[in-house]
């Protein structure tokens, strides 16, 4: 009965460490697949002007702007608004947008409301 109970629980024990590591493999696998699916995302959309996208990153930032230049591990992002270059590891990217109509007016709407409204107050105070 003892000796029932203690290969019982020896062979329980051995099932679930040989589940785990698989799950871990199977993680690091799923993520091997995200990366490359990033990759060739920003591959596809080439480089040079219209090549304008708008980069999630799993840190929660999102980046808009147009691809420079692309190598195997990282890409280069010119941003729209201030124009600084910013080296992404495709490793970090959560998700890429291509249609970026919506943003990019979004953003030239708010700088124009911005200038507009310096301007207003501007004028007000030299009265």
């Not at 490793?91 to 990019?104: D, G, M, P, Q, T």
Request: hydrophobic share 45%.
């Amino acid at each position: 009965m003892v000796r029932g109970f203690v290969s019982l629980v020896v062979t329980a024990a051995l099932f679930q460490a040989s589940i785990i590591p698989a799950s871990a493999s199977q993680q690091d696998q799923k993520r091997v697949r995200e990366v490359e699916k990033v990759r060739q995302k920003i591959i596809e959309r080439g480089v040079g002007p219209r090549a304008s996208v708008e980069v999630q990153l799993r840190n929660g930032t999102r980046l808009v702007g147009v691809i420079y230049e692309t190598n195997e591990e990282e890409f280069t992002l010119i941003e729209v608004p201030n124009h600084r270059p910013a080296r992404i590891a495709y490793s970090e990217v959560k998700k890429v947008r291509y249609n970026l109509k919506a943003a990019l007016n979004r953003k030239i709407y708010l700088t124009a409301f911005s200038v507009m409204a310096g301007f207003i107050v501007f004028g007000k105070l030299v009265r």
